[in-house]
């Protein structure tokens, strides 16, 4: 899986990212730099374009100006995954689901269930193999999830929202696969709502309101002393709930 790796997607930068769909500006020109390791949390009010800017990562949204410049190379074709807060499974097995991501890496049936049974058991799901997935829980769901983003082995992971509905033990198991998947490599950027999950992932922080960046900080210098104003009103909730653009 390793030679299938593409040769580095980092820095990431973007550039005057700009998305209106009708004229409605949804992001309006997002600046942003991401290194090729660590744990990025992006902050910031419902409506924010935090969502949107992980789809225009993925490639599921064309923006209208602006550019992503991946490394040094063209956009990847693989080795970016997205995970969705309540994410899609087939009317299949816990096991089927999970490996869904292998199967253009062209590998044989049994060497991608052994590959699936193993990453299952490292979250935890390893009595749930035979299961119908659409029977689990919201946080065996999302630990599923995660567990079929990684056994790809992205370069970069977008999780938006993961933990949304969770209570806080399916969170802790959540918050603990997530630093796990960074420790084998992977880097992630993830949408939360949550500030003390924030405190307890992030390496450094994006905050976003009204479709831009407001700012890029390490997490300690984020909570401490935010350099903007509308971080410092929304970690004091302050700032308006939906932002009108
Ligand atoms: N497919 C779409 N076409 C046009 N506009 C959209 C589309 N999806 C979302 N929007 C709008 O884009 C804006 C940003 O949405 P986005 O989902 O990125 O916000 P967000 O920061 O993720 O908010 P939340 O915290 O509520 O998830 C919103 O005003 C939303 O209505
Ligand atoms: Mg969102």
Known sequence: MNSTRPASLFP??????RYAPDGREVLGGIDLELGDEGI???????GAGKSMLLRALCG?????????????GPRPTQGVMLVFQQPM????????NAVLGLRPAGLRRAERRARGMAMLARVGLADRVADSARQLSGGERQRLALARAWLTRPRLLLLDEPTASLDPTATAQVERI??????????????????????????????????????HTPAQRFFSRPQSEEARRFIQGELPWRMTF
């Not at 599921?60 to 040094?72: A, F, K, R, T, Y």
């Open 12 to 17: 990431l930068r973007i550039r005057g990212l």
């Open 40 to 46: 990025t949390l992006m902050l910031g009010p419902n």
């Open 60 to 72: 599921l949204l064309e923006p209208c100006s602006g550019e992503i410049i991946w490394g040094d």
């Open 89 to 96: 499974m087939l009317r299949a097995s816990v096991l089927e």
């Open 178 to 215: 997530i630093r796990e998947i960074r420790t084998d490599g992977t880097r992630i950027l993830m949408v939360t709502h949550n500030l003390g999950q924030a405190t307890r992932l992030a390496d450094d922080i994006v905050f976003m309101a009204a479709g831009r960046v407001c700012e």
